[in-house]
């Protein structure tokens, strides 16, 4: 799962700490990523065992930064809200603020990030502004004087206990009958919170039963929509079960770089006709 790193959290000896302090098992999967609309700034508490200023999130249009996207198991995040006192300092949520772009060009939508969970984890405001830790060096932002933001601008959603893997992207692409307006709409409406129209590079076949399948490959791409799903993990078991088992739920990298769920076919396809404009939403069996 990806996870922002920013703050201590960016620093290679944060991952030997938490081996040797907290357990911390397993590689330790972390890749740079540049960070658009949003912050790393200065806390308004200091961390009661070095006395030292931590670092939390605040949006910042415009501002671009570096930081790291950790690609953690269920057993490290584990860890990681055990140290970030998670329900109690922080709160970890997915981040709709912004851009995040690793080195490669994929964009990570919805990354998992732990930000102010109390208000002495909320941004200090000095003379009204808050503090860019980009700015400002820990050793001084110890000394910095003065007092809470009521808000850190983000917009996120709150994570309620364990995220899973099989949570993660919130995105899925559609492109026959759970498309806007197609037969089996009704079903993912309540879980949408919103949708674009996009194209997926494969081939989209008639299996003459009413619905598409979708086969993986290279051309103009398959046209479908690209849906934001308010909660995947109710969404997406019940997604599951209605498309069965010639279908399989798989990871996608959209046009843009952004990752996605699909639903590929595993059946086979001999005599299936192609559909080069993608599904009619109005099609009737």
């Known amino acids: 799962m990806p996870v922002l790193g920013y703050g201590s959290n ?12 907290l357990g911390l098992e397993g590689p330790a999967v972390v890749l740079r990523a540049r960070c658009e609309g949003f912050s790393a700034v200065w ?7 070095d006395g030292q200023r931590p670092a939390t999130l605040a949006a910042a249009p415009g501002v671009v930064e570096e930081h790291s996207v950790w690609f953690a198991t269920p057993e490290q995040l584990r ?36 930000t102010a969970g109390s208000k002495k984890r909320m941004p200090t405001l000095v003379n009204g502004r808050m ?37 993660w992207p919130e ?19 309540p879980h949408v919170v919103d949708s674009e129209e996009t194209r997926l590079p494969g ?3 008639d299996t ?25 993990e109710d969404a997406l078991p019940l997604l599951d079960e209605y498309e069965g088992e010639d279908y399989r739920r798989v990871r996608v990298v959209l046009p843009d770089g952004r990752i996605a769920w699909t639903y590929l076919w595993t059946a086979a396809v001999k ?15």
């Open 79 to 114: 860890v990681l809200d055990r140290c970030e006192g998670r329900g109690l300092r922080y709160r970890l949520v997915r981040l709709h603020t912004g851009r995040v772009v690793l080195y490669n060009g994929g964009v990570i939508d919805s990354v998992l990030a732990y």
């Open 131 to 167: 503090v860019r830790c980009a700015d400002v060096s820990q050793g001084h932002a110890a000394m910095l004087r003065g007092r809470p933001a009521l808000t850190d601008g983000l917009e996120l959603t709150e994570v309620h206990g364990a995220p899973s893997a099989d949570d």
């Open 43 to 49: 806390a308004d508490g200091t961390r009661a065992r």
């Open 203 to 205: 081939t989209l076949l």
């Open 10 to 21: 960016a620093n290679p000896s944060k991952v030997t700490w938490l081996r040797e302090e």
């Open 208 to 232: 003459g039963l009413g619905y598409p399948a979708l086969r993986p490959g290279a051309g103009l791409g398959v046209p479908g929509f690209v849906l934001r799903l308010r909660s995947p």
């Open 271 to 285: 005599g299936m006709s192609v559909l080069p404009d993608g599904w009619d939403i109005h099609h009737i069996r």
């Open 171 to 189: 995105l899925l692409f559609v492109y026959g009958t759970l498309q806007p307006g197609a037969s089996a709409w009704h079903l993912m409406e």
